[in-house]
């Protein structure tokens, strides 16, 4: 006869209670046929301790470690791709239940588009105007100042961005200490 809930308990006997490994000694006694599987697998369980541990192959964890590499790169790559393809295909589902009502705003961003191109040359031609203007009137200091005047000036301008550089260096790379 088989007993199932004791068979079950012979193959995790380490790792049981206090009650119930008496129960199953006290089975054990009685039942001829659990006794014979505990006594089986106890040889078994000897041979497969007592058997010469082998070694794996020269190579086997350098192998293993590139196929893991190479099926996580997969794996990902996998999910990637299906997390691309559901977002394709859940903005073409909002397109296909949208797309009447966007054609009515097609015309009206276009025409935004024209005119905002149309500003933003304009702005490039008033950039172009503040340029040659601010030529002009630099030529037109440098000639009227005298040549010391103008090395003075350049040097007071590279002394102030010494100390600009000098301040953003320090404010920065340096800390500030609490007192």
């Known amino acids: 006869m088989k007993h199932p809930q004791f068979e079950a308990l012979l193959f995790d006997i380490d790792h049981l209670g206090h009650e119930e490994r008496i129960a199953l000694e006290a089975h054990l006694r009685e039942c001829e046929h659990c006794n014979m599987?505990?006594?089986?697998?106890?040889?078994?369980?000897?041979?497969?301790?007592?058997?010469?541990?082998?070694?794996?192959?020269?190579?086997?964890?350098?192998?293993?470690?590139?196929?893991?590499?190479?099926?996580k790169r997969r794996k990902q790559e996998?999910?990637?791709?299906?997390?691309?393809?559901?977002?394709?295909?859940?903005?073409?589902?909002?397109?296909?239940?949208?797309?009447?009502?966007?054609?009515?705003?097609?015309?009206?961003?276009?025409?935004f588009l024209l005119k905002s191109i149309n500003s933003l040359v304009l702005l490039g031609g008033l950039l172009t105007i503040l340029g040659d203007f601010a030529l002009?009137?630099?030529?037109?200091?440098?000639?009227?100042?005298?040549?010391?005047?103008?090395?003075?000036?350049?040097?007071?301008t590279s002394s102030l961005a010494v100390i600009w550089m000098f301040s953003i260096y320090r404010f920065g790379f340096n800390t500030f200490r609490r007192e």
């Open 37 to 71: 599987l505990a006594t089986s697998w106890g040889d078994l369980e000897g041979k497969m301790l007592s058997a010469p541990q082998m070694e794996p192959a020269t190579g086997f964890t350098e192998r293993f470690r590139e196929r893991l590499v190479v099926y």
């Open 136 to 156: 002009v009137l630099l030529e037109g200091i440098t000639q009227s100042l005298p040549a010391s005047l103008l090395l003075a000036i350049v040097a007071a």
């Open 78 to 111: 996998r999910l990637t791709l299906v997390v691309i393809l559901a977002i394709l295909i859940s903005l073409i589902i909002v397109t296909g239940f949208f797309g009447a009502e966007m054609l009515n705003f097609v015309p009206s961003a276009i025409s």
